[in-house]
Every structure is written in structure tokens, then in C-alpha cells.
């Protein structure tokens, strides 16, 4: 059996009846886990077990674990700070920075990989324009160049440990002031200008072969009519100006920001036929059974291939012993002291 397109959530700590007969269609591809499927490190690896044991090959598990707001599994695992601490401390120092960035992608995707994860949808490439509050602490700094530089080590460190990423929210969700979740955002600024500016960490991703790059639902007013999720005309860009050749992942298309271009089945696909390669579809099971049942979202053998090198094996090292973690923690522990010095003064 092939991998589906389709990548949805569960409600809860352990499958239901309804979740198997749900995972074990030919149009799902992956799930995606969040802080209510989390209790205990344990619990989670159980889980993740099980969703693995369904079918063969088995589903990509998928979670946000970049830091700080966005950070799904917690306790038992390092509490991550945000990656604009990062940008903080390279205006002081840019090698300790970098290393530090290398270092953080590195913990982030080692701890994951103990846990049976295989794709951490991480780094966020936003630009912060200081416009968006969603975006808020989620973006290394306020420049194209920091953004690049930073996210180009922590790719580096993130991919050290076998585990994939998903760069976004392409083509930059930073300047849009609006929440996605909510509304849909809109950026009036002229196609040279993203072009120039909010692409540049995308290239320097693009070079280091990253795995899988996600859309934005933001309107690009003064580029094309439909946000990059649905626009053939962004995702040319990306696969022919970019010569981007990994995963094109939807964000969530149960999010507000696309209601008024149709119901999500039908965005599914517009999505599809834009370009995009994997559907995220979350917290609406009524809507994924609907789109099980009448669209066919089984993937081709090129986009099998793409996906079944995201999968990888359970490291069983030992959390709590592992040195290279612990220092790493401890420079981080500094990373924030520092940070949090400085703003009082």
C-alpha cells in the first residue's frame, strides 16, 4: 500500500476505534501529534508505536516542536526557548549564535528522535517585521541575512539526527499582521520585494536539501489572487525559479484564513492541483471522513519515494545520559540568563 496525501490529527492520549478505521485508509499518508496527545514520554512513544503498527509502509508522525508557545511535548523533555533569542545574541556574538543554533537543532530533533518522530515542521523562515503576533518569538531575527544564517546552522544541526523538516511559511508570513488561524492575512508589498527579502533563508534551505517546505495562507495582494496554499502561481516559483525539488506541504487547511475560497473539501483540491504534494486537514474528522469518502488523495510513486525517506528508526538512547544533550542544555540555560540580564538592564 501506498502513502495517501492526506495528513490529519487524533483527539486523544491512545487510537480509538474510529482512528484506526480512519488511518488505515490508502488516502492517508501521516499524522500530525499536539500537546493534548501528551502526557508523559512513555505515553507518547506508545502511541506513536501504535499508529506505526497499523499499516506497512507505516504513517509519518509529524509535530510542531520548534520552542517556547510552539512546543507540543513538554515534560520529561528539555524546555526549548524561543529562536529569536538566538537573533538576540548573534548582534553580540555571530559564532555563538551560529553554534548555539546548530546546537538547539540539534537537541530539538535527538530528543524527538527517542520518541519515534520522524518530521519536525521546524524552522519557521519568517522574517520578523515586529507586524504579526502570531508570529511573535517564533522567527530568528529581523533581517533576511540573520534569518539565513541562523536557520541555515540550526537546518544543519536539525538534520544530524535522522530526523526530517518542514521549512515555512513560504513564501514569509511575517509581514502579514493577521493570524491565519483566524483571518485571512494580507501582505501589499510588490513581488520584488518578497522576492529579494523574505526568499532568501528558502534559498539557503533549498541548498541544504531540506526535506519539505509548507505554504502560508497569506494573500500576496499584489502578486496573485489566491495565497500560496492554492496558488499554481507561488508553487511554480517554488519548484522552477527555486528549483525546489522536495515535499510541498499545505499548512492546515481547516484554518479560517481560506473560508473564502471555498469549503476545505474543495480547497483540498485547489491545493492539488496548485501543486501541493501533502494536505495537513486537523481538529474536523467530520470533514477528513467526507474527503476520505470522495476525493482520491493517494500518492504517486515519485511523492511514495519523497515520503517513505521521511521515515526512521526509534533511537534508543538514554535521555538522561547522553552528554552531548546535557552540555547542550546548559549553554542554552545561559542563552536565556544572558538574554533575560540584559533586558532588565
Not at 490529527?9 to 474510529?18: F, Q, R, V
Not at 496527545?37 to 502511541?47: D, E, G, P, V
Not at 537537541?107 to 507586524?131: A, F, H, Q, R
Amino acid at each position: 500500500m501506498n502513502l495517501g496525501k492526506l495528513i490529519v490529527d487524533i483527539d486523544g492520549i491512545t487510537l480509538s476505534s474510529n482512528d484506526y478505521d480512519v488511518l488505515t485508509h490508502p488516502n492517508i499518508g501521516g499524522v500530525i501529534l499536539f500537546s493534548r496527545n501528551f502526557t508523559s514520554i512513555q505515553q507518547i512513544k506508545k502511541l506513536i508505536s501504535d499508529i506505526k503498527s497499523i499499516r506497512s509502509p507505516s504513517l509519518i508522525i509529524y509535530v510542531d516542536q520548534e520552542g517556547q508557545k510552539v512546543q507540543r511535548f513538554r515534560d520529561g523533555l528539555t524546555d526549548l526557548p524561543s529562536v529569536s533569542l538566538l537573533g538576540k545574541k548573534y548582534k553580540a556574538d555571530p559564532d555563538d549564535a551560529m553554534e548555539l543554533s546548530r546546537n538547539l537543532g540539534w537537541l530539538i530533533n535527538y530528543e524527538l528522535s527517542t520518541l519515534g518522530v520522524d518530521v519536525n515542521t521546524t524552522p519557521v523562515l519568517d522574517i520578523d517585521y515586529s507586524k504579526s503576533t502570531i508570529m511573535e518569538n517564533r522567527c530568528f531575527a529581523e533581517t533576511p541575512k540573520i534569518v539565513s544564517i541562523l536557520s541555515e546552522a540550526y537546518i544543519q544541526g536539525l538534520r544530524e539526527t535522522g530526523i526530517s523538516c518542514i521549512c515555512k511559511h513560504y513564501p514569509g508570513h511575517g509581514y502579514a499582521k493577521a493570524d491565519s488561524h483566524e483571518i485571512l492575512p494580507e501582505d501589499n508589498r510588490d513581488f520584488k520585494t518578497i522576492y529579494t527579502d523574505d526568499l532568501l533563508p528558502y534559498k539557503k534551505a533549498i541548498n541544504q536539501n531540506v526535506e519539505g517546505i509548507m505554504t502560508s495562507h497569506v494573500l500576496y495582494k499584489n502578486v496573485d489572487e489566491f495565497p500560496p496554499t492554492l496558488s499554481r502561481k507561488w508553487l511554480q516559483i517554488l519548484r522552477n525559479d527555486l528549483r525546489y525539488r522536495g515535499l510541498i506541504y499545505s499548512d492546515d487547511l481547516s484554518m479560517k484564513a481560506l473560508e473564502k475560497f471555498g469549503n476545505i473539501d474543495d480547497n483540498v483540491i485547489k491545493s492539488l492541483e496548485a501543486g501541493c504534494d501533502c494536505i495537513f486537514v486537523c481538529n474536523n474528522r467530520n470533514i477528513v471522513e467526507k474527503i476520505l469518502d470522495n476525493i482520491n488523495l493517494e500518492g504517486n510513486y515519485d511523492i511514495n519515494q519523497k515520503m517513505l525517506k521521511l521515515q526512521t528508526k526509534l533511537n534508543k538512547d538514554n535521555l538522561s545520559k547522553n552528554k552531548k544533550r546535557l552540555n547542550i542544555i546548559d549553554k542554552i540555560k545561559n542563552l536565556r540568563i544572558k538574554n533575560q540580564m540584559e533586558i532588565n538592564l
